[in-house]
């Protein structure tokens, strides 16, 4: 029921900037926590970053804290993920993520939490 799709992956120099963005379909978005994850070839997915629904409290995986930014605009049903001073480790398809409406004290680092998934981005950094 609800479709996300992601945007804004490419190629970028080490020490780069990108931004990603992640449109929602549908009504429930502003009652979802919003999720970025990660997956690099032959790799586990991993957590990113997310944002509340209901207090926009963020949270950061700790190789991406100080460079990443997750941010979200309700009017648009879009999240955001700036990623600032990229690093050759950053390169992976990213994926956006929301979590079941108005779910409290979920998990938030934990991929199979999530409810829907976009089919990904890929960024790639230059070493």
């Known amino acids: 029921q609800v479709q996300l799709v992601e945007s804004g992956g490419g190629l970028v120099p080490a020490g780069g900037s990108l931004r990603l963005s992640c449109a929602a379909s549908?009504?429930?978005?502003?009652?979802?926590?919003m999720s970025w994850f990660r997956q690099a070839p032959d790799k586990e997915r991993e957590f990113v970053a997310t944002?509340?629904?209901?207090?926009?409290?963020?949270y950061y995986a700790d190789t991406v804290k100080g460079r990443f930014t997750i941010s979200r605009d309700n009017a648009k049903n879009t999240v955001y993920l700036q990623m600032d001073s990229l690093k050759s480790e950053d390169t992976a398809v990213y994926y956006c993520?929301?979590?079941?409406?108005?779910?409290?004290?979920?998990?938030?680092?934990?991929?199979?939490?999530?409810?829907?998934w976009g089919k990904g981005t890929l960024v790639t950094v230059s070493a």
């Open positions: 993520a929301a979590s079941p409406s108005y779910s409290t004290n979920f998990p938030r680092r934990v991929a199979g939490a999530m409810e829907y």
């Open positions: 549908g009504r429930t978005f502003s009652s979802r926590a």
């Open positions: 944002i509340d629904w209901n207090t926009r409290g963020t």
